[in-house]
């Protein structure tokens, strides 16, 4: 929570401040190296202690009934992914794979559930603490002008942001963010702005309930296999006979998800 706070107090500080032209150097290296930083948060600290507590016990358990398992790498401390691995296929595979009292499979099983559980849950409370802090960061380098070289680690973050965040004051900021890096790499060199836009509008309209779902005309009767009407006098109109609904003929609808 710190950084994100950090992050958007400079933001606020590059936006009021119209005359410092240059982001100081010190503050530039250290918010490119932030940028590129995974980190563990404080707002789950419990609850992943918790689990790789748990995570400990439940290869305690496997050890102890003797399942062949790589108990060197798994004996230490894990990351999100390892636990999420481990309450996954590993253990899946390990259950399947050896004949265990009824009992004691039921056991290991309930354990795997319960770890599997509350890993995801971590993990998506770690996955919404990231996008609003690594957005806020990529925010503070977009307002200060001081990009990297590589700027996936600011668009993406700006992306996820859109995409993903809960607080609609942060996701606001962060379209606002995202508007200003195009701005700013108008004349860079390659330029990203044709890869953001296109991502913006497949997202845009991949929700069915803002953008209509584009179906194909369905056409009846002796002129459909033209598409035309005939005007009594021989001629032919550009006009379809009929459509599959009141959307078929939103034309660059149709082309954008072909």
Known sequence: MQRMVAGLVIVEWARLDALTLECPEALRIRLHQCLCECVYFDEIALSFTRLLQEARDFVAMLKHY??????ETYGKVLA??????????IAQ???SNHKLKPKVAEGLEERRKA?????????SDQMLLSVSTQAAIAGAVTMLRCLPE???????PLMESIKKEDDEQLQSLAADHLARLVDLCVERVPCPNSKIICNLCTFLRSDPEFTPKIQAATREGPSSDSGMESTGDGSRTGTPTSFANNYTGILTLVNQQR
Request: no cysteine; glycine share 6%; hydrophobic share 35%.
């Open 66 to 71: 003797k399942l062949p398992l790589d108990y």
């Open 80 to 89: 999100l992914e390892q636990i999420q691995q481990l309450s996954g296929p």
């Open 93 to 95: 595979q390990l259950l």
């Open 115 to 123: 770890i599997q559980g509350a890993v995801s849950q971590t993990s």
């Open 150 to 156: 590589k700027l996936n680690p600011v668009i993406k």
